[in-house]
């Protein structure tokens, strides 16, 4: 019996050094015209053994932040600024044989539809095997047993490893890449909408057994997703990214029960709830900003319902300041003026 | 603003209309202009369309006049791509024959793209019984070597006119692209719209016509230039072996008489390699055109070269 | 504006399993499914992929011929309407909104276009009352200024305009019942509310009946007064949308309404992990469907295939153990007796 989904706070706390940390991460895309701001100056920080959520819409950079972590940006995109650090060593600038290595050892990523990235015209198990020999010196049968044990490890029977991928459901598939990420037990796993295109029950499933396999292995999880709801459940800090920015992060819990930017709450109050009373809703209006010429200030201020010229030196602020992350009560940031100034 | 379209579709109708400064670029400019490629194979194209315009004024005298006092010379101011074995001036014969070559291939291309759009689409949407005949005619004219018919209908052709042989080319020049054309349209007549379409009670022809055509534009041009170049090559081929029609000139006429008259053996290199380089431009600039063509309406081809700045400066942590 | 019933009756539809010209086999899609959409109400038809709603969707606007089974709508039999004037008819009263925003527009179009073709294809209008028409539709589903929307394309509005453009389109032809595959899976969702609320709206206004086509409980419960729950090819459950969310009788709704993920709820039974598809079967033996998955299974369920029985007011349910018919009541005490 699962108890809550949140793992008390001082289990973390106790360890503070972070694992992979981006500090001003900012990714440029180079267009005809101006480069276009993917992400614009992103601090993240995750701790060893903790499942960091990053949630956000489309277009906010969430997707890039994860592709910049591991190193694996393709032009024309690029990282424009900021430093990426593993354990407190910089990543950018290494050489691409050392970041060879530490990419899938020490972090592993399960891409977004990553079931439909296995080679059609191979057995599972042999993908395996390629992958495996491609960092360490196996031998073949080690190599398949260790497949097959890690088959077994994320519920699916031993002897598929001789299956095909068509002959795997979409769930099977997406388990499958899960255990290839998790081959070289890594340190930090970074899952890039992993169940998004599966069913509720299915996901479900697989969460759990990632839950028990985080439990068992010690590893991180950088969980990135739209589904909010399915973050305050299954992760222990939560990240709100909007428009190449980072505009909230708190513990699971407090994101749920105390959402502080506008924003957040807008998105808290997208998902119509299962119980309780059936009121009308209305998400939040207007759409995302063209990240090529972004709102001045704060860049969600166009679409904040609590932007208005009444208060005209706060509005100031938000139309030409860009708001900054700040600590508003233990592990509770947000970048926000209404906040800072008290109003909220 | 638009949201990242995420099923990363590709998009086989016209690029889209772009505003630069007050002008709006259609789609089909864009096209044909949109890339390095596609602007250097039409402005060879264009060239040599030019020429083949104004062909009746810069010629000198007329293709088949002959005077033997002045055979078989070679380039000179008077005649600036020599003369014949019959003293026929080799530059009039190529830029007159520019028309006949470049409008029978033209003709040719846009009968068989016709025939390849019509045909391959509707057996696309429509299926069943439809689908099955198109597919076996598709079959039966991909078969037949094309060259070697074309040589023996050639041979039995009373008249070898021009309208005969643009018959001939682009009836049996189809089935390729029809082959193309209909994969693509199968991919196509799946997407939600074509189904919306059908919903709200559009006819087949309709469909076909105004919803799968339009998206298929850029491939449909693809197609014409293609068989056009394909058409100029056959073409020119058949009328070096002598099938073609001699009461009038064009490239492949000149090589056929310049190598009925051992022009080579005679050390004559200009019969050949003037008409000949008539021929390598016009194609060449087609094969660019087309592969410009393709690479605007499939940005995955694209290779972006992006200016990277040598020297990045650092910025600060926040 | 008509305001007639949809009935759906036995529809079933089986697809050749396979690429084989003479393949025996046959795919499940859809068995048996009977319901009724009444104007002025949303049902919600839910399931996961592979369980048969799409194609229930498409079978609905004749996308797709039954193999068997009617569809009563306006005195006739929609599913064996054959000459083109009975089906643009029935089109002309029953239409789709389609799931993907990005796909279902033609992109060569403008968005007029889109709006105007219905129109003039079933001469909802007179000529020259066309473009006021298409304008009065993008504002009833505020796309606004509409003359400035109309001579867009769509690569240059956002998903959720598109979809609002693909809804105009629908309620041009002045339907009675709209059919909603999925309309806002593939949307931000900060948008969606916008489109269920136009839904809402639009059956309110207008009194359409709406089929809304989903695998997502949460916004079912927001719109949907009826919901119809299906598995492999079945409707499994049957009823008001409170009663079977609030007091789920068959074991796959159970597990749908325990998968969902729903913050408010701290604590939360782990989830017994059984192999099974929620999909379509290749000829499926006699029995339930859902027998590989279900904690109440007993031995009648994997051998006779229960059937839709009503086993609350207005609640039907197709299990042997919670919406038992006597047969297998009798059956059951033969067993527990033995």
């Not at chain 2, 390095?36 to 369309?49: D, P, Q, T, W």
């Amino acid at each position: 019996m699962i108890a809550t989904a949140l793992v008390p706070e001082e289990r973390v706390q106790r360890e503070p050094e972070p694992l992979l940390e981006a500090r001003g991460l900012t990714v440029e895309y180079a267009t005809r015209e101006q480069p276009v701001r993917a992400v614009d100056g992103v601090d993240l920080a995750i701790r060893p053994g903790e499942v960091l959520g990053l949630a956000g819409e489309s277009g906010c950079g969430k997707s890039t932040v994860a592709n910049a972590l591991m190193q694996v940006l393709r032009p024309p995109a690029r990282v424009s600024g900021g430093s990426i650090l593993f354990r407190g060593e910089d990543l950018t600038g290494r050489s691409r044989e050392e970041l060879r290595r530490f990419r899938w050892r020490n972090v592993s990523m399960v891409f977004q539809s990553a079931m439909n990235a296995l080679n059609p015209v191979m057995r599972v198990g042999d993908q395996f095997v390629d992958m495996m020999r491609a960092h360490e010196r196996v031998s073949k049968q080690h190599a398949l047993r260790r497949a097959a044990e890690l088959l077994d490890v994320v519920g699916i029977d031993k002897r598929r490893v001789r299956a095909y991928p068509h002959e795997l459901s979409g769930g099977m598939r997406q388990r499958v890449i899960i255990a290839m990420a998790l081959a070289l037990n890594p340190e930090l796993v970074i899952m890039d909408e992993p169940t998004t295109a599966l069913d509720v029950v299915v996901q479900r499933e697989i969460l759990q057994q990632v839950r028990e396999l985080q439990r068992d292995l010690g590893f991180a999880v950088l969980f990135i997703t739209h589904d909010l709801c399915l973050l305050v459940e299954f992760a222990h800090r939560i990240a709100i990214m909007y428009a190449g920015e980072i505009v909230e992060e708190a513990p699971a819990a407090e994101i749920h029960r105390d959402p502080r930017h506008p924003y957040t709450i807008g998105l808290m109050q997208s998902f119509p709830p299962l119980h309780g009373p059936i009121v009308r809703m209305t998400g939040i209006p207007g759409a995302p900003p063209d990240l090529a010429a972004p709102p001045r200030g704060c860049r969600f201020h166009p679409r904040c319902p609590r932007c208005t010229p009444d208060d005209a030196p706060l509005y100031a602020r938000q139309t030409t300041e860009r708001p900054v992350l700040r600590e508003v009560s233990p592990g509770h940031r947000v970048a926000c003026h209404l906040v800072e100034a008290g109003r909220r | 603003m638009a949201q990242v379209d995420p099923t990363g579709a590709v998009s086989l109708g016209l690029p889209k209309p772009r505003t630069r400064g007050r002008f709006a670029i259609p789609g089909w400019l864009r096209l044909v202009l949109g890339n390095a490629k596609s602007r250097f194979g039409l402005a060879l194209v264009l060239f040599m369309v030019v020429i083949a315009v104004i062909a009746p004024w810069i010629s000198v005298a007329h293709p088949n006049d002959f005077d033997l006092l002045a055979a078989r010379q070679g380039p000179s101011w008077h005649h600036l791509f020599g003369t014949s074995d019959q003293g026929s001036d080799i530059f009039s014969q190529v830029v007159l024959g520019a028309r006949r070559s470049l409008l029978l291939g033209a003709a040719a291309a846009a009968l068989a793209t016709v025939l390849a759009a019509v045909l391959g689409i509707t057996a696309a949407y429509a299926g069943g019984l439809v689908d099955e005949v198109v597919n076996f005619l598709t079959s039966v004219f991909l078969v037949i070597p094309v060259i070697p018919l074309l040589v023996v209908v050639s041979g039995y052709l009373k008249t070898r006119g021009m309208t005969t042989m643009i018959l001939v080319l682009g009836l049996t020049l189809w089935a390729f692209e029809a082959r193309i054309l209909r994969g693509q349209a199968l991919a196509l007549r799946n997407r939600d719209f074509v189904q919306a379409a059908k919903v709200a009670g559009e006819s087949t022809w309709r469909i076909v016509f105004g919803e799968l055509m339009p998206n298929m534009v850029s491939r449909i041009a693809a197609a014409f230039v293609f068989v056009f170049y394909v058409a100029l090559l056959v073409d020119a081929g058949l009328e070096f072996l002598g099938l073609g029609d001699t009461s009038h000139t064009s490239w492949g006429q000149t090589l056929y008489w310049a190598q009925t008259n051992s022009a080579v053996l005679q050390g004559e290199w200009w019969p050949f390699l003037f008409p000949g380089l008539a021929l390598v431009i016009t194609v060449v600039g087609l094969v660019f055109l087309l592969a410009g063509i393709d690479e605007v309406s499939n940005p995955r081809l694209r290779t972006q070269r992006v200016r990277t700045r040598w020297l990045v400066p650092r910025r600060e942590a926040r | 504006m008509s305001t007639a019933e949809l009935e759906v009756r036995g529809l079933t539809k089986h697809f050749r399993a396979g690429n084989a010209l003479f393949a025996r086999s046959r795919v499940h899609a859809v068995d048996d499914v009977s319901f009724t959409l009444r104007p002025g109400t949303i049902t919600a038809l839910v399931g996961e992929s592979g369980s048969g709603k799409s194609t229930i969707a498409r079978l609905l606007v004749r996308l797709y011929d039954p193999t068997s089974g009617r569809i009563v709508f306006a005195g006739g039999d929609a599913a064996a309407a054959r000459r083109r004037r009975d089906v643009l008819r029935y089109r002309s009263q029953v239409q789709m909104i389609f799931q993907d925003p990005f796909g279902s527009l033609n992109p060569a179009k403008t968005v007029r276009h889109h709006v105007a073709r219905p129109l003039r294809i079933h001469g909802v209008v007179p000529r020259d009352r066309v473009e006021a028409r298409v304008h009065e539709l993008l504002e009833t589903v505020g796309l606004v200024p509409p003359e400035k929307i109309a001579a867009k394309y769509p690569h240059e509005l956002s998903g959720g305009q598109r979809q609002r453009v693909a809804i105009a389109r629908a309620l041009a032809v002045e339907p009675s019942v709209l059919v909603a595959d999925e309309p806002i899976s593939m949307l931000d969702v900060s948008i969606r509310l916008g489109i269920l609320n136009l839904m809402l709206e639009l059956k309110q206004e207008r009194r359409l009946a709406f089929l809304y086509v989903t695998h997502d409980l949460a916004s079912a419960r927001y719109v949907a007064d009826e919901v119809l729950v299906m598995y492999a090819g079945q409707i499994v459950e049957q009823g008001p949308t409170e009663r079977v969310l609030g007091e789920p009788l068959h074991p796959y709704t159970r597990l749908l309404l325990e998968s969902v993920p729903d913050p408010s709820r701290a604590e939360r039974p782990e989830i017994e992990v059984r192999k099974g598809l929620a999909s379509a079967a290749v000829d499926p033996p006699e029995g339930c469907r859902f027998v590989a998955r279900c904690p109440l299974a007993i031995g009648v369920c994997s051998r006779v295939t229960p059937l839709l029985q009503e086993a609350r007011a207005g609640r039907r349910a197709r299990c042997h153990v919670t919406a038992p018919s006597s047969a297998t009541r009798e059956d059951r005490h033969v067993e527990l007796a033995s």
